[in-house]
């Protein structure tokens, strides 16, 4: 079966420029999270979607950060406009119900 | 609010040596899970174990193995005979059973490195 499937597995891009990070769970998986791994704050918690609803968006820095998820099979989480600190690696995790967490690969992002 | 702590962030050994993981956490619900997850160079997280805060029974898979304390607040991990494969990045994390949720919240981790 395939797992939680992230693209692009790395981008760079300039500041003030758009990114798009794209997400998709596990088929079947009602919970979706969206999480953010830098050296100085670890693994934070962005949003997370049960049933494709936004349930907690506590963890979004800023306006510049988006997340939707328009059906059960995909999520998008959009920086507008991107800056040097958004650089990091934003991991995308599905879930069934309370079952484990499984994580995508991960999407490398660098902001110059 | 929850909270969890790896105070080692960076262990060194040499293979076939046992080595233990630290974690203690902080929480004001009765009901949690604690979870350890591995991060290998690849970059990937890894599920390997989660307990519920009602079981207290020690885990043990293969060389891997978990010890839940309730008394003291930590859920410790050890390897033992710890193989070159085993370096890796660590991480400790909770999950509240906040609104049926289940958010989980990460420790700092632990860089461990297993020198042949």
């Known amino acids: 079966d395939a797992g939680v499937i992230q693209s692009p597995r790395h981008e760079v891009t300039e500041m003030g420029q758009e990114v798009t990070l794209r997400c998709k769970p596990i088929?079947?998986?009602?919970?979706l999270f969206w999480y953010r791994q830098t050296m100085m704050r670890g693994l934070e918690l962005l949003i997370y979607?049960?049933?494709?609803?936004?349930?907690?968006d506590s963890g979004m820095p800023e306006d510049r950060f988006s997340a939707k998820m328009p059906n059960a099979s995909f999520s998008t989480l959009k920086i507008q406009p991107s800056e040097p600190r958004d650089s990091a690696v934003y991991f995308c995790?599905?879930?069934?119900?309370?079952?484990?967490?499984?994580f995508g690969e991960g999407s490398r992002l660098t902001v110059l | 609010a929850q909270k969890v702590t790896q105070a080692q962030t960076e262990i060194s050994v040499v293979e076939k040596e046992d080595v233990t993981l630290d974690c203690v956490y902080e929480t004001r619900d009765t009901t949690y899970y604690l979870f350890w997850y591995k991060q290998p160079p690849s970059g990937e997280l890894v599920f390997l174990i989660r307990r519920n805060s009602f079981d207290e029974q020690n885990e043990i898979s293969g060389r891997y193995s978990w010890n839940f304390q309730k008394s003291t607040s930590s859920f410790n991990f050890t390897i033992t005979a710890s193989q070159v494969v085993d370096s890796a990045v660590y991480f400790c994390?909770?999950?509240?059973?906040?609104?049926?949720?289940?958010?989980?919240?990460f420790g700092q981790g632990t860089r461990l490195t297993i020198n042949p």
């Open positions: 995790a599905s879930r069934q119900g309370f079952g484990e967490l499984f």
């Open positions: 979607f049960n049933n494709n609803v936004p349930i907690d």
């Open positions: 088929s079947g998986h009602d919970y």
């Open positions: 994390a909770l999950s509240e059973d906040t609104q049926g949720a289940q958010k989980l919240v």
